[in-house]
């Protein structure tokens, strides 16, 4: 047991949980300790099916009212604490219920039974802990172990939001979340200083990117906020709430999606899945291109909208690795459009080549249906360097891309010139988009 003075009550506070009221065989209970020293004005906490953080169901608070000023019906007021009011310590004695929102605590708990027979409860008098005092009769006969009030914690289930999607109807997830807290969920939002989406409220989904909320199926009442507003109410009169669920319907784009408006977040968002919006001139002066483009297989898609990507220095330094250039194969789905690349240098590097290497400013390789459109490429350099060596004549190096068949792109703001050390070793000879490199024997 634990005494503590409480200078705003002028009144002890004695803080028993209905654990320590069993004991040994003889030996005083301290509910009896309470009446002997006078604590015998009781008031109990019911957690009412939760637990308080010491595990226990009832905490009962004991109070010692001899000698204290009374009003002029003869009784003390006496305000009471909370549970987890800060001043009974550290973190009170806060209490929990799995799945459940405290509504607050009241005097009177109402038992029913709804239609499928289940035991449900209504609640009145709610407590204020900020206004309302116990009043009792100075002169009464009290006993600590028999309380004058009990306070029960009215349980509120969680508010839910579910999710589902659009086109399908697909149920995909639910947010929980405490209407004490909070009734309104942010929606997803492009963030302009890292260019991709923060996800707020909402969960992502796997290889998808939030498009727009619905309120309804058909997707005709979009949610035009940047936040949802629950349509649940908690009735803190009873204790109850209404309407704690709440369905939204999202639209998703394909893939993971970014929002670019500098270089810099393009090289810190690179992925070979990326999907990307560009929104302003990009200048890579000072940036690595990103390595997994150079080196990777690109699947996703970038929409220029006729943005410019300019001053990019890339190069091909992994002999292991089949394919190079800005991108080192674009694949089946690959997507790009509305874009100027300006003064771009890529450089094939000193070193042996494996067998069927591909070497090309803007890809190594591009399949089939690798969809290019209005794409520029100005005053721009595809360098090779003397010390390149290949392994065998299974080769292949274009201006634009070493293997695959890309169209519609000006090949002539693109030129080829050999670097490096002893440059008389190699000439290079471009017929369109083929480049042939003829090294010279000493």
């Known amino acids: 047991m634990k005494l503590r003075n409480k200078s705003i009550l002028t009144v002890c506070l004695l803080l028993v949980t209905m654990l320590l009221i069993s004991g040994c065989a003889g030996e005083k209970n301290p509910y009896e300790i309470n009446d002997e020293d006078n604590f015998n004005v009781s008031v109990k906490f019911d957690a009412n ?61 109402i038992e029913s039974t709804d239609e499928q027979g289940n035991t449900v409860y209504t609640y009145s008098d709610k407590w204020d802990f900020s206004a ?11 006993s600590a172990s028999n309380p004058v009030l009990t306070l029960y914690a009215a349980w509120v289930p969680m508010f839910e939001l579910e999710i589902y999607d659009l086109s399908t109807g697909e149920y995909l997830n ?87 408006y500098t270089a810099e977040q393009f090289v810190k968002n690179a992925k070979l899945s990326g999907n990307y919006v560009i929104h302003e001139d990009l200048d890579f002066d000072g940036l690595i291109w990103p390595t997994t483009l150079v080196q990777g297989s690109f699947a996703g898609s970038i929409q220029g909208n006729g943005h410019i990507f300019k001053n990019i220095r890339a190069a091909q330094t992994n002999n292991s690795k089949t394919n190079a250039g800005l991108f080192g194969q674009l694949k089946d789905t ?64 274009g ?27 190699l000439t290079v000879t471009v017929e369109g988009n083929t480049v042939t490199l003829n090294f010279i024997s000493e």
């Open 174 to 260: 639910k947010v929980t979340f405490d209407p004490n807290v909070t009734t309104e969920l942010e929606l997803p939002a492009w963030n302009q200083e890292t260019g991709s989406i923060d996800q707020n409220d909402i969960p992502g989904r796997d290889g998808y990117t939030f498009n727009a909320a619905y309120y309804d199926a058909q997707g005709t009442q979009i949610v035009d906020t940047a936040a949802i507003a629950h349509s649940g109410a908690v009735n803190y009169e009873n204790g109850t709430a209404t309407n704690s669920s709440m369905k939204i319907y999202v639209d998703w784009t394909a893939g993971e999606w970014f929002h670019i």
């Open 132 to 142: 309302d005092t116990l009043k009792v009769h100075a002169s009464g006969s009290y």
């Open 334 to 397: 690959a997507n790009i459009s509305d874009l100027i690349f300006e003064n771009v240098t890529f450089t094939i590097e000193k070193g042996s080549r494996v067998s069927g290497a591909a070497f090309g400013l803007l890809a190594g390789l591009a399949d089939s249906n690798a969809a290019l459109k209005n794409i520029q490429i100005l005053n721009s350099t595809l360098q090779i360097d003397t010390g390149c060596t290949f392994l065998s004549g299974d080769y292949s190096i």
């Open 49 to 109: 099916g939760g637990l308080f953080t010491t595990n226990t169901s009832v905490i009962v608070d004991s109070f010692n009212i001899s000698g204290l000023q009374t009003n002029n019906a003869g009784q003390v007021e006496i305000p009471l604490l909370s549970p987890d009011d800060s001043q009974r310590g550290k973190d009170g004695f806060t209490a929990y219920n799995n799945g459940y929102f405290l509504a607050g605590w009241y005097a009177e708990r």
């Open 399 to 425: 201006l634009v891309c070493g293997g695959g068949e890309i169209s519609g792109i000006d090949m002539s703001g693109i030129s080829c010139v050999v670097v490096g050390e002893n440059p008389e070793k």
